[in-house]
């Protein structure tokens, strides 16, 4: 099993729709959890940490489930700009140095 | 403004050739990171360093080798033991250790000739 499993998608949805995807993780231990979004041919850029309790940034929500071992992001209310692949990241210690990033859900919003 | 800068954008390696990737921050960052994305992959960590004058081996070091003489750079050669060097490398920096998010230059691609 990979330490951290995504989805690879694509998720093709139209504009204005809510979508969500989930991302888990294998070890129990894990520290920090973050979202970043990667546009084609570009770095990977923060998009937002993930908080026990839950965390909203705009249209973006972010949750914990440390009893099943997953992340979640929902976006609301899509926007053609929000076309991109996601990557979960997980850091199962305290130390940054052993952060893992999921391989990606891509995005395509359509018209 | 601060950030991380990468160059050269776009390398271009001959056979038993080392070439060497820049990677520059003023984020003021103590940890910095080495990464390597084949196409439709996630990043793999190849080398880490959470202060100056020390570095740690990733999960594919084999055939690439990096030095932190100075806080705000860390340089990435490609050895010509890297038998596959083609792919997107990217370098990030993080606060320090903790959990603490990285940020990401905008990489150099890296293809043989």
């Known amino acids: 099993r990979k330490e951290v499993e995504q989805d690879p998608g694509p998720f093709n949805v139209p504009e204005g729709a809510t979508v969500a995807f989930n991302c888990t993780y294998s070890?129990?231990?894990?520290?920090?959890f973050f979202w970043y979004r990667q546009d084609c041919r570009k770095e990977p850029k923060l998009l937002m940490s993930?908080?026990?309790s839950g965390n909203e940034d705009g249209r973006f929500t972010a949750q914990l489930n440390r009893a099943s071992q997953y992340i979640s992001l929902l976006i609301r209310d899509s926007k053609l700009s929000d076309s991109a692949t996601y990557l979960c990241?997980?850091?199962?210690?305290?130390?940054?140095?052993?952060?893992?990033f999921g391989s990606g859900t891509r995005l395509s919003i359509r018209p | 403004d601060g950030g991380i800068t990468q160059s050269p954008k776009y390398l271009f390696r001959k056979e038993g050739q080392n070439v060497t990737l820049s990677c520059e921050q003023n984020?003021?960052?103590?940890?910095m990171y080495w990464y390597r994305q084949d196409p439709g992959q996630g990043l793999r960590l190849i080398y880490y360093?959470?202060?100056?004058?020390?570095?740690q081996k990733g999960d594919i070091a084999e055939g690439y080798s990096v030095s932190r003489e100075k806080k705000e750079s860390f340089p990435l050669t490609v050895t010509s033991a890297q038998k596959n060097p083609t792919a997107f490398y990217l370098c990030?920096?993080?606060?320090?250790?903790?959990?603490?998010?990285?940020?990401f230059g905008d990489g150099t691609r890296l293809s043989i000739l």
């Open positions: 070890n129990s231990a894990s520290q920090s």
């Open positions: 990030a920096s993080s606060r320090g250790t903790g959990g603490q998010p990285q940020h």
């Open positions: 993930v908080y026990s």
């Open positions: 360093s959470q202060i100056v004058n020390d570095f």
């Open positions: 984020l003021n960052h103590d940890a």
């Open positions: 990241v997980v850091s199962p210690y305290s130390s940054a140095s052993k952060i893992i």
